[in-house]
């Protein structure tokens, strides 16, 4: 990838990725009730799983998918539920204990969770959709889409893991258990706010 291309294609990657959205709202939750180190799993499957949905977008298969009306509908169905119940263990999650661990906690969401929600993230569509078109030169092939999963692989890494960080100093605000509830439910409904153009969509096309 040309040098001049690839300095774009960062700069769109940061700026994309660190923007506040769907994969920032779980991970700064996530770091504020459990901390940085057992929020990893859920950043790398979001990252991963943005990088893989990259590729998939580039080979057309999302075109493909957009263009079966009866696949997208229920795509989109399931889209929602999904999101909506993400929303559910988001207002649920409880913050992770100290020493003496409740076992009765919420666990933070895993690495498969955060990956499987990129492909109901409206955030993550269109981006995976424009940089595809933008960066990814059809001459180029899987080298080209390769080029730009491995840019988003690192800048996600990096902008998530300083929203989980975020979330962990938060912590020191929201400091007590009837904070951290009302916390986790004004996360929740960002959530399903998030989902509401998904739903409406679904709705109007029917």
Known sequence: MPADLLLALVGYAIASSITPGPNNLLVLTSGLNHGVPRSLPLIVGIS????FMVIVVGIGLGSLIHSNPGFHAAAKALGVAYMLWL???VATSAPSLNAGDDTRAVRPLSAATGAVFQWVNPKAWAVALSA???FSAPEAGLSGLAWVASVFVV???AS???WAAFGSFMRR????PSHVRTFNIVMALFLVASALPVAYDRATSS
């Open 87 to 89: 929303a559910w263990k």
């Open 160 to 162: 998530l893991s300083a």
């Open 173 to 176: 605000l929201v400091d007590s």
């Open 155 to 157: 800048i996600a890494l």
């Open 48 to 51: 991963l799983g943005f990088a």
């Open 132 to 134: 595809t078109a933008a």
